[in-house]
Every structure is written in C-alpha cells, then in structure tokens.
C-alpha cells in the first residue's frame, strides 16, 4: 500500500473558537491506483490534500506513505518527502513566474535529483508544450499553465500524485483535455493520483471516488 | 466620502508596519532636509547682522582705495569742510584664545543706522569714552570673554557674535594703532554745499552699502553644499514614501475598483486619496521638523566651527526655531508625499473599472522601461562628461555632479540586471539558477531602494575621499607650515624685545611671524613678513615659484602670494600685486594654505617693516632642538610671566589644526551617515514590503522540497548578492564624486586645489558596511520566511478548506 491514513483529525484555531475539517478520515491508496475526493466547498478536500503532501500537520491520526510515518518528520524530512516521494498540481498552478516553461518543467525533478532531459521532452510533446518552452507562465492562457503545472509534477517521477482542484480555473472542454492526458501519464508512469473535485463528472473518470462531507467520508 | 474614507483608512488598521515605515520614511525625510535648512537659516541670519553691524547694509562709506587705515586728520578736515561722517576703525584682536573683530566708535558722530546700542541715549556714554571704556558684545561673545583681562562687558542682543564694539580711542590702543581709522560712515543727509571729497580727501573713495556682506557671498556654496546634501537625504528618504505608498495603492487596488463600481466618483475618491495622504504628510511633516530641529542643534556647534575655521565666520552655536523653517518643513513634506505618490494618483484617476485585478503590476519592469532607462542615462552622462569638459563654476560643479548621480541612478537597474542574468548563466543546480530568475524579478520592487543605497554610498565614498585626501594633504602640509618647536605670542614691544635678546643665546633661531591687515586685489588680506631663513626656504608648501624664489623674496624684490588669492583673482607667478600704500612688487611664488579663509601675502620682513613701520612686533616662532623645546618654554614662562597660552610647542599647534580639521568635516560626515542610514532604512522598508507580496513565488517553491529555512538564507543571500553588486557600481560612482568635490567644487567653495588619494581600505569598509546594512534590513523579512505558519504559505494554494 502506497497511502495509509488513519483516524486523521484537523481544526484549525478561529477567533471565535477551533473549527473542525477533518473528523477522524481513514483512507488508504495503492500503486497506480486513481482516487478522486468529491465533497462541497469547505468538506475538508484540500486540507486532506495537505496532510498527506507535509504542507501541514494533523492534530491527531497517522499518515503513512510506503511505510513511513509522516509524524515522525521534522520539517527536513516533510521537506525531503515532497521534493522525492510527492507531488503537487494545483488549481491556481502556481507555476514560478521567474522560470520559463522549460525550467518550470524540469524544477521539481532537479530538486528531486531525477532530472531527466529525455524524459521531460517526451511530457512536452505529450502535454503540447514543445513549442511554447522559452515562454514565461505570464505568457501562458490558463490551460497551457496547468498542462506545464502536471508536467513539473511527472517530471519528478514521484509515487504519489496530489492534485486540488486541477482543473477548476478551466473551461469544460480545456479541463477534460487536461484530465485526460493527466490520467494518460498517471498510468503510463504507475503513479498514484489522489484528486480532490468539485465535479462528479470528472470523479467518474478515475478508478475510485470517495465523498467529504463536514469532515467525514459519506458512502 | 465619509465612508469611502473609512474604507481607505482601514487598510493601514490592517498594515501598521507599513503606515509607520511611510510615516518614519517621511519624517526623517523632511527631518534632514529641515536640519540643514534650520542651520543654513541660522548662519544667514548671523550674516545678515554682521553685514548689518554699524550700518553697513544701508550706509555708504569713505574709505581708501586699497581699504589701509589713514590718519584721523582726514576725518577732521571733512567735518571742518561739512561733511557729516563718523570714524571708524576694524580690526582683529586675539584675548586668549578667541580671535574677536573689534569695531572703535565715535558714538557722538554716529549715524543712527549705526547704532548697535544707543550709547548716548543710554546714560553709559561717560563710561563709554572715559577709559578703561566698555566692550559692547553679543552674550555668547561675553560668555567667551569671561575671565580675560578687558575693560567691562555690556551683553547687547544684536551685535553679531565675535565682535567688539567700543569707543575708537580704546580700539587704538587695542588694535596698535594711534591716529589711525578704517573708514568713514556717511551720514544719509548730506549739507548740500560741502566741500568735493576730491579735494579734501582724493585718497578716500565711496562706496554703496553693502546689503549682502562679504560672509553671506564667501560662504554660499558652502551652504549650497549643505543644501546639496539635505536634497539627497530627503531623495533617498522619498524612496521610503515611494515604496510605502506604492504598496499601498498596489494593495487596494480591488478596494479602490470596488468603490468605483459601487457609484464613487473618480474625483472623489481622488480627493479622499489626497485628503488621506495630506493628513499623514502633515503628521510625518510636524514630527520631522522637530526631529529636523533636534539634528540641526547637535550639528550646529561643529557648522558653527566649520564656518570660523573656514571662512572667519562667527554664529552662535544655539538654535532659533524659526515659523519660516515651520513652514518650509511642512511644505516640503507635503511635496514630497505627493511626488512619492503621484503615480499611485495617476493610477487611481485611470483606474479601469473592469480591468481584472493585476497584482505587483508596479513591480513589474518591462523590457522598454529599462531601455528607456539606459537612454536616459547615456544621455545624462554624457551631458555630465560635456560639463567636465566645457564646464566651469559652481554652477557647472554642481550640474555635473546632479548629471552623474541621476545618470548612474538610471543606469543601476540595466547594470544590476546583467550582473543577475550572469549570475543565472553560471549557475548549474536547479535552486541557484531559480535564486538568480527570482533576484531578476525581484529587481523591479527593489530598484529604488538600491538606488537610494547606491547614491547613499557613493556620497559616503565620495565625500570620505575627498576628506582623507583633505587629511593626507593637511597632515603633510601641517608639518611644513608648522616646522617650527616653538610658538610664542609676547604681550607687548618690551616683552618682545626682552625675549628676542633672552633667546639670542638660548636658541637655534628666532623668526618673526608680523603682519598687518589690509586690501590686495579687492580682497581683504593679511600680509605677513618672512625672514630669509632655512625653515622657510627647505619646508615651505610652494605649488609654483619662480626660481630663486627665496633670495627674491628676502631682497623685497618679490611675493609671494596663497592659493585662495592666486585663484580668487587669477594671479599667478610673474603677475604684479600693489599692496596697501601702492607699492607694486612682482609673484614670485604661489603657496598652499588650508584652512585658511583669507587672502594671505607674504613678502621679505625688513620689506614689511620697511611698508609698514607700525607694523605689531609680538609673535615669534623659535627654532631650537626639539629636546630643549618644553625647558626652554618652561623657562620662557617663569622668566618673563607670560601666560600658558601664549607659548606653544610644535605638537600642541599640530594637535589644534588637527582637531580644528576634524570638527570641520564632522557635520558632512554626520550627514553622510544619516544619509546611509535612511537609504539602509529604503531598503528595509522595501524588503519588508517584498516580503509580503512574495508568498506566491516562495510557497510552489516550498510545496516542491525546499525548506523554509533555506528559503529563508537564500531571501538573505539574494539581499547580500544585490548589496555587493551596487557597491561596486557605487565605487567608480564615489570616485567621480570625489573627483568633481576636489577639482571644481572645493575650488570654488574653499579656494583651493587638493591632490586627489585613494583609500581602498576605506572602501572596502564603508562596503562591508552598507552589505551589513541590508543584511540587517534583509534579516527581518528573511526571519518573518522561515518562521511562517505552513497554514499562511498553503493560503497561496487554497481555493477552500
């Protein structure tokens, strides 16, 4: 099992007193399996997301990614586990504004040590990007953003892919475009994908669908 | 309005370290500016009441036409043929150790627009005339005088600082010299039938009242260089505003479209926006002016000493606070807050309605910006090479210097931007090469305050070299003027005469040091007499002489003359001079003589005592083995009584010129610091806004493995990156500064010519110092990074929780 996690608790402190996201979630995912996370705005989706990327701790519960224990990290280790094990696409793609498109491509699998030049042309092609490399992601329409936002994300070859909201800033037929080819070299490359979606149309779409609601998973 | 107001005003509820650093960045702003124009204030006030003393600003005078004194007969014999005029003789007289200008009246003839104090009307005029008489000062001059031995002291508000009024007889006496007068004050009535002056008196001639003064003209570009320095201080502090006010318009942005969308007109929300911005820049304007007053009475003291040692001018050392400066400091903050905020205006008054939000978009620098840029500065330096070339004065200094300040300050952001971008070429590792694009792009928001410190250092490195050279050359120059072991000023002719047979056979030798004030070449100048000896001829500090300078010198058959007179009236060796009394003698040698604000000739002494036989005999400069020096003072001191103060060796003189140096350079130097310091403060407040606007370029980076503590150090090396390189575009700067300091302002300001040094360790100091500088202004923002809560960082990701 690639992702185990248990009995996971979140609250977040407010002025008006903690507000509870996370009710105890168990959850588990394989190798090369797709999950998606439906559930409303405010159910809890992104802030599992988290949790499981090191972004942030839970208050109590295990996350456990190939055996290990996130707990147990220090802030290097969640900082090692992301750069080599995870990675992230998210809704605003967060693309570095001061890299071009062949520099943001090849980021994080540098960071990771798996920088491989053969392997990022070849996401290029796929992604439709060959032609748009010396481009700055100012320069890009949202669509072209996320396609090079899943790419950076391949290109590291991590285990597990943790994506929010991919394409939640695109247009009905730009997004399944986008889902496709991301669900296309999640499989070709044996990757896990955990998506968190507003859309229960796209949550078809991959192998398994769970539903938040107020913290809790709902059958 | 009222409400759109609140709005506006509750982003600064929500920021407070920004509204202080807009606050703090306009207070010291106008504080600086305010300081030096209180002490510039105060200073002209004191020039004013000097040109004012005894009515010279409003009336006319007789005087000789090379200004020597002239025998009171020619006083008499106008009255007796109707001319009403009233003597009086000027002169400079040391008690202890202040050099006073003593003014001698008559206060029975004098004008009333002469009158200091009306001492006839007072009941004192019996007091006045009746010996010991009285000595009329201003009270910081009582003060001053306490404890010496003169007549009584009458403390009068008015009379300028540093002089002595009293009654002509005395000042005869005090000045050595009986009979004699300086000038004639005319009354403003004449008797229509009087006698032609030119046939009473053909030596005498007119002359118009003088409003200005000679100070008030002398000391001009020095007050023009203290102007200077007040602008660049209040330049530099602007960027604070600029980068404070930037933000702000920056960050309510989407409040500013709201309120249009919700029936707001474009002129209203102007004028809220103006009425915002004049409330703080009134808070910020009150508070810098008092701090204004604060450094202007700490500077004042050493202004006051600069002044004196260079120019002889006297001004109190206390400050007056003055509604004008109020007013001035007030206005000038209000300037400036609008200046630093215009574009923000400009882009509130355009602001599209539906344009989509564009965050930092005044960040962003564009291609043709920096081109424009270049342009700009390749223009300006090439205006600044034609003043070099073409130019000459003050003016052409002072145009120079802004040319190549505001060309390099143009120039920066292209530099800067090549230095990154080879940086990024070098680089290998996927971290480095996006620490060299993020310091590209964080250039824009940066720019400015860069400047500021590149302007900031280059001040320091410039004025610093042109103080060291200052030192380098004084120091040398000292041990030249000062090659005797002992000084000694006697108290009279007996007591001189007394010593110089004493020391006949008690040392090496015994040179006279006599002069005598009077006008050469328009000028007010002090002629002193030289014997033909071996301390002058191996030590003296010639620029240009003739050959055998020394034997002309001696036989009377020439002069030598300093370098302020050489290049206030462009004369040079083989030029003829007429001293006073119309003798004509040829230059045989220019000298150099720092620190010095007056004309000075030196011609042989028998030609001296020859010219001027009254001439007062009491100083001497005595060579004697430089072991013997103290016991021969000590001795010279019981055997004859005189005085501590009159006797002093080599390394006390040294030790005075020294310190007297050193305080004159103090104020630039203090200015110079408080410049980097606001620049320092520039950068810290545009770090800090940086910091807060960084998150959606720091957070992916972090998402993807990267701690926040590496991020963190790498937020402090971009910082050091951007420091070092501005130094170094700082360095050639500075010397340029430097070089334009010496070569044509201190000429025109000082009257002299200083070889230029370089210091190296010096710059490499004041580096170090500005990188620690922004390593400090860097260490906040950069500590803020690392310790940041993931839950602000995963705000940059989160569309919901």
Not at chain 1, 177 to 198: D, N, P, Q, R
Not at chain 2, 602 to 621: C, N, W
């Amino acid at each position: 099992m690639l992702l185990d996690v248990r009995q996971l608790k979140k609250s977040f402190a407010t002025a008006e007193g903690p507000v509870h996201v996370l009710h105890g979630i168990d959850l588990n995912l394989d190798r090369g399996v797709s999950l998606a996370l439906t559930g409303e705005s405010g159910s809890g989706k992104s802030t599992l997301l988290y949790l499981v990327a090191g972004l942030d701790r839970p208050d109590t519960g295990e996350i456990y990614i190939d055996g290990n224990a996130l707990m147990a990290l220090d802030d290097t280790g969640l900082a090692a586990l992301r750069r080599e094990t995870v990675a992230l696409v998210f809704q605003q793609y967060n693309l570095i504004p001061s890299l071009d498109v062949a520099a943001n491509l090849a980021f994080h699998a540098r960071l990771a040590g798996r920088n491989d030049p053969e392997w990022q042309r070849h996401l290029a092609d796929r992604l439709g990007l060959a032609g748009i490399l010396r481009r700055y992601p100012e320069q890009l329409s949202g669509g072209q953003q996320q396609r090079v936002a899943i790419g950076r994300a391949l290109a590291a070859r991590p285990r597990l892919i943790l994506a929010d909201e991919p394409t939640g800033n695109l247009d009905e037929a730009t997004g399944d475009t986008v889902l496709a080819l991301m669900l296309s070299l999640v499989s070709e490359t044996g990757s896990a994908l955990l998506m968190a979606t507003h859309s229960q149309r796209l949550a078809g779409r991959l192998d398994r669908r769970l539903h938040l609601h107020a913290g809790r998973f709902e059958q | 309005m009222k409400t759109a107001l609140t709005a506006l005003l509750s982003h600064w509820r929500r920021h407070p370290v920004q509204l202080a650093t807009l606050l703090v960045g306009l207070s010291l702003a106008t504080a600086l500016w305010s300081a030096v124009q209180a002490i510039n204030s105060e200073a002209r006030t004191s020039y004013a009441r000097a040109a004012a003393t005894l009515g010279q600003d409003q009336l006319s005078t007789l005087l000789r036409k090379d200004g020597s004194r002239f025998d009171q007969k020619i006083y008499v014999a106008l009255r007796r043929a109707g001319w009403l005029v009233s003597p009086v003789l000027e002169g400079d007289k040391r008690f202890g150790e202040h050099r006073l200008r003593v003014f001698g009246i008559d206060p029975l003839t004098t004008p009333p627009q002469a009158q200091a104090v009306n001492i006839a009307a007072s009941g004192a005029l019996l007091e006045f005339i009746s010996p010991p008489g009285v000595f009329y000062v201003s009270p910081e001059t009582a003060t001053k005088l306490a404890g010496q031995a003169t007549p009584p002291l009458r403390a009068i508000d008015g009379i300028p600082s540093g002089v002595v009024i009293t009654d002509i007889g005395q000042a005869q006496v005090l000045l050595g010299a009986p009979g004699q007068i300086s000038r004639l004050l005319l009354w403003p009535e004449q008797p229509q039938r009087r006698a032609a002056l030119s046939d009473i008196a053909p030596d005498l001639i007119e002359r118009a009242p003088d409003e200005t003064g000679d100070l008030a003209r002398l000391t001009d570009s020095f007050h023009l260089n203290l102007t200077a320095f007040g602008f660049l201080a209040f330049a530099v502090g602007l960027f604070i505003v600029h980068s404070a006010v930037g933000l702000a318009f920056e960050q309510r942005r989407p409040m500013f479209r709201t309120l249009r969308a919700l029936g707001v007109p474009a002129r209203s929300l102007m004028g809220v926006v103006c009425l915002e911005l004049l409330t703080f820049a009134v808070l910020a304007g009150m508070v810098g002016v008092a701090l204004g007053y604060a450094i202007a009475a700490m500077l004042l003291p050493d202004v006051a000493a600069t002044l004196r040692g260079l120019y002889g001018a006297s001004v109190p050392g206390a400050i007056v606070v003055r509604p004008e400066t109020w007013a001035l400091g007030m206005a000038i903050a209000v300037f400036g807050t609008l200046i630093s905020a215009a574009q923000g205006l400009f882009g509130v008054w355009r602001l599209p309605l539906l344009a989509s939000a564009q965050p930092r978009a005044w960040a962003q620098a564009s291609r043709q910006t920096i081109i424009w840029q270049l342009v700009a500065a390749a223009a300006l330096l090439a205006a600044a090479a034609i003043i070099a070339r073409y130019g000459s004065g003050l003016m052409a200094g002072f145009a120079l210097l802004a040319a190549l300040l505001l060309g390099a300050a143009m120039a920066l952001p292209a530099l800067l931007l090549a230095g990154l971008s080879a940086g990024g070429a070098l680089s290998k590792s996927a971290i480095a090469q996006w620490f060299w694009a993020d310091a590209r792009q964080q250039l824009p928001g940066l720019s400015l305050a860069l400047t500021a410190m590149l302007l900031a250092l280059a001040a320091n490195i410039g004025v610093g070299t042109m103080v060291s050279s200052f030192r380098q050359t004084f120091v040398g120059w000292i041990e030249q003027r000062l090659a005797s072991e002992l000084y000694i000023a006697t108290r009279d002719d007996t007591e001189a005469s007394a010593v110089r047979t004493w020391l006949a056979s008690r040392s090496d030798a015994v040179l006279p040091i006599w002069n005598v004030d009077g006008e050469v070449e328009g000028m007010r100048t002090a002629i002193f007499g030289i014997a033909d000896h071996a301390t002058y001829r191996d030590k003296w500090p010639m620029l240009t002489a003739s050959p055998n300078v020394w034997q002309v010198v001696a036989s009377g058959d020439g002069a030598l003359i300093n370098e302020q007179l050489s290049r206030r009236k462009t004369l040079n060796v083989g030029d003829t001079i007429t001293l006073p009394g119309g003798y004509k003698t040829r230059i045989a040698g220019v000298y150099s003589d720092y620190g010095n604000p007056n004309a000075q000739v030196i011609i042989g002494v028998d030609k001296l005592t020859e010219l001027f036989p009254d001439v007062s005999r009491l100083r001497y400069a005595i060579r004697v083995s430089p072991e013997k020096a103290q016991d021969l003072a000590a001795n010279l001191r019981s055997t004859f009584g005189i005085p501590e103060q009159n006797i002093i060796d080599q390394t006390t003189a040294k030790e005075l010129s020294l310190q007297t140096f050193e305080r004159t350079f103090k104020v630039t130097g203090a200015l110079n610091v408080l410049t980097l310091a606001v620049a320092a403060l520039a950068m810290f407040a545009s770090l800090l806004t940086l910091a807060g606007m960084r998150l959606p370029q720091v957070a992916p980076v972090w998402a993807m493995g990267v701690t926040r503590r590496r991020l963190a150090v790498m937020e402090l090396w971009r910082s050091f990156v951007l420091a070092i390189l501005t130094a170094i575009a700082a360095l050639p700067l500075g010397l340029g500064l430097a070089w334009i300091l010496l070569a044509i302002v201190n000429v025109e300001a000082f009257g002299w010519r200083l070889p230029m040094y370089y210091f190296p360790a010096e710059w490499l100091r004041l580096a170090v110092l500005s990188i620690l500088a922004t390593a400090l202004a860097a260490a906040l923002p950069a500590w803020w990074l690392s310790r940041l809560a993931p839950s602000e960082l995963l705000r940059v990701f989160a569309n919901e929780r």
